[in-house]
């Protein structure tokens, strides 16, 4: 049957197998739409453990950045 099906020119590619691998091992509603775009729900995409920790990192680091500036512009009004 394999034989046919790449004689045919419809077997799947190790590419294509990859693809699938990474879809079936992803997120629940992931649809491919058009010529190769993936579609994710952003909502489950947010609710996923890791866009929760990406968003404490950021949330980290903004907070981190301002308190920063604050010092910095702090020291520069001091000395004018």
């Known amino acids: 049957m394999k034989a046919i099906l790449k004689?045919?020119?419809?077997?799947?590619?190790?590419?294509?197998?990859?693809i699938r691998r990474l879809l079936?091992?992803?997120?629940?509603?992931?649809?491919?739409?058009?010529?190769?775009?993936?579609?994710?729900?952003?909502?489950?995409?947010?609710?996923?453990?890791?866009?929760q920790q990406m968003s404490r990192q950021f949330e980290q680091l903004i907070t981190k950045g301002q308190s920063e500036a604050a010092v910095v512009?702090?020291?520069?009004s001091q000395n004018h």
């Not at 992803?26 to 866009?51: H, M, Q």
């Open 7 to 18: 004689m045919l020119g419809w077997k799947r590619s190790a590419s294509d197998e990859r």
């Open 24 to 51: 079936s091992n992803s997120y629940e509603n992931v649809e491919v739409v058009g010529r190769g775009t993936i579609y994710i729900d952003p909502k489950e995409v947010a609710r996923s453990v890791e866009f």
């Open 73 to 76: 512009c702090s020291q520069q």
